[in-house]
């Protein structure tokens, strides 16, 4: 098995603004084929997202976030 991570940075109005909304974040991605291991930090406003190459990508990700409300762009923190 094969693993990436898109690690991915919120920007514009709408943020993390609490570990309740961070938890939303996780179990919605959580839901996603392939999706391992979420995290998403208020401080920071940091998303990573660990899945199974191949089996859902960036756009799914993002869509999702999205459809909560964040809008988000690629970060290159590891």
């Given at each position: 098995?094969?693993?990436n991570t898109i690690n991915?940075?919120?920007k514009?109005?709408?943020t993390i603004h609490c570990n309740g909304c961070a938890n939303?974040?996780?179990l919605a991605l959580k839901r996603l084929p392939g999706v391992l291991?979420?995290?998403a930090d208020p401080q920071t406003q940091h998303i990573g997202v660990?899945?199974?190459t191949g089996e859902t990508d960036t756009a799914?990700?993002?869509d999702t976030l999205e459809q909560l409300g964040y809008e988000?762009?690629?970060d290159n923190v590891v």
């Open positions: 098995m094969t693993v991915l940075k919120v514009g109005e709408q939303t974040i996780q291991k979420v995290a660990t899945l199974k799914a990700i993002t988000t762009v690629p």
